[in-house]
């Protein structure tokens, strides 16, 4: 019965922490009823020149995957009611180490 009991409560953890937001950006978006479709979003982006590849929610937000204007691969966050960009803590900063990490590979591979 115990086992069973611990079972449980670790599908329960784990379910309950597969939903919640990586914290990256968060928005204040009340009622799902006032927000734009995320279709009307990627709409606007390829319109912008981006490559859409998954619009999927976070933390109240549009979390955007693609590859943006210039053909980097993007993740972007927008405001689901007015559809704007919302700025992340590390979101620049996380692309550029990603470009550095992977470019950094290649060429710390050359030097050694």
């Known amino acids: 019965m115990k086992t ?4 449980t409560l670790a599908t329960l953890a784990l379910a309950a922490g597969g939903a919640q937001a ?6 204040d978006s009340g009622p799902r009823s006032g927000w734009q ?4 979003l990627e709409e606007t982006l390829k319109g912008k020149g981006w490559q859409v590849r998954r619009i999927k929610e976070d933390g109240g937000c549009y ?5 943006d204007a210039q053909g980097k691969r993007a ?5 689901p009611v007015t559809l704007e960009p919302v700025a992340t803590g ?9 470009s550095e990490r992977s470019s950094g590979h290649s060429s710390g591979g050359k030097s050694r």
């Open 63 to 67: 979390e955007v995957y693609g590859l």
């Open 22 to 27: 990586t914290g990256l950006a968060t928005c």
């Open 4 to 7: 069973f009991l611990h079972i």
């Open 75 to 79: 993740e972007a966050y927008f405001h």
């Open 90 to 98: 590390s979101s620049t900063s996380s692309s550029s180490s990603s």
């Open 37 to 40: 479709a995320s279709s009307k």
